[in-house]
């Protein structure tokens, strides 16, 4: 679900507002980073594995996948916006709408 939702970002995100001459580019380094990934969730299970604390081959991969949300989530408000997103009729509806005269 995750490697969706970055994907959706990428898309979303990163393309719209990038330069035309670097898009390809970014689009290469999502799938090297996706790959990344994997690559370091398999070297974690295999070494928490051998862990003679059970709860530490549990709770180790959990802690550690928390890390880049938290990561994103404190870059958050330096993300620029889509353009598309803010052409769009429903976030200029929502930016517009007045609750207190419905």
Not at 3 to 20: E, F, Q
Not at 49 to 73: E, G, K, M, V
Request: with cysteine; proline share 9%; glycine share 10%.
């Amino acid at each position: 679900m995750s490697v969706n939702n970055s994907g959706n970002l990428l898309l979303s995100l990163t393309l719209p507002t990038a330069p035309p001459s670097a898009r390809g580019f970014l689009v290469g380094q999502h799938g090297t980073w996706i790959v990344f990934g994997y690559a370091i969730a398999g070297w974690v299970g295999v070494g928490t594995y051998y862990s003679t604390n059970l709860s530490f081959q549990w709770r180790f991969p959990i802690a550690l996948a928390c890390i880049p949300p938290l990561c994103l989530l404190g870059c958050g408000p330096w993300i620029p916006e889509s353009p598309r997103w803010c052409t769009s009729d429903l976030v200029y509806f929502l930016l517009t709408w007045d609750a207190d005269n419905v």
